[in-house]
């Protein structure tokens, strides 16, 4: 998997907790991406990080909030979970913003 | 809005067959393109990424072609085996290289 590893792999909360997920690399690639995938909808991009500090909105931004302290790591933030964010959650790294590089998952269901 | 689509959406073959997974994009403008494969429960792996300046890339038994001005790509598997089984995904790149991805064709070959 590219050097990425996500965690937790697998999450069960309840509405209104927040949630965090962290994606992890030792690639040391500038660009960090979270998508998610829903039957029906394919991946789609949430946020993006184009270096340490620098994240940008993705199509599906409402809900969720990142941050990028250091290259090798970018977490995710549920502020509060609700049940249409019940999803996969993949990771992905890109050292120059071509190729993308996807993690293994994580795998979120919010009763 | 760039919309991408593949097909077929599922495909089954027996083992040994040569076969072409189709991908269809709306806007020409993209500078690459993206196969990746995915296996149930997995992440996505990448397979083949092709600049718009290439009209074909090889790995192995996968071949995939680029054609810009239709808006066409293909991804040819010779000699297909049954560790081919996956689904295959297509995707371009869009603004903040926000990936879009087809539907995905799912793949089984028989033994």
């Known amino acids: 998997d590219a050097g990425i590893t996500q965690s937790p792999r697998h999450k069960v909360t309840e509405t209104g907790t927040p949630v965090t997920l962290r994606c992890h690399q030792t690639?040391?690639?500038?660009?960090m991406y979270w998508y998610r995938q829903d039957p029906g909808h394919g991946l789609r991009l949430i946020h993006y990080?184009?270096?340490?500090?620098?994240?940008d909105k993705g199509e599906v931004s409402d809900g969720y909030s990142v941050s990028r302290s250091k290259t090798e790591d970018f977490l995710l933030t549920l502020e509060s979970a609700t049940s249409s964010q019940t999803s996969v959650y993949f990771c992905a790294i890109s050292p120059d913003g071509n190729e993308q590089f996807f993690g293994p998952g994580t795998r979120l269901t919010v009763l | 809005k760039q919309e991408v689509t593949q097909i077929p959406a599922a495909l089954s073959v027996p083992e040994g067959e040569n076969l072409v997974l189709n991908c269809s994009f709306t806007?020409?403008?993209?500078?690459?393109l993206q196969w990746f494969r995915q296996d149930p429960g997995k992440g996505l792996t990448s397979l083949l990424l092709i600049q718009s300046s290439q009209r074909e890339q090889t790995s192995g038994r996968l071949n995939a072609s680029l054609d810009k001005s239709s808006g066409r790509s293909t991804l040819y598997i010779a000699a297909s085996q049954p560790g081919d089984s996956a689904t295959y995904l297509c995707a371009v790149p869009g603004a903040g290289n926000m990936l879009t991805f087809g539907g995905g064709t799912r793949l089984m070959v028989k033994p």
């Open positions: 690639e040391n690639h500038r660009y």
């Open positions: 806007d020409s403008a993209i500078y690459n």
């Open positions: 990080s184009y270096g340490v500090k620098d994240t």
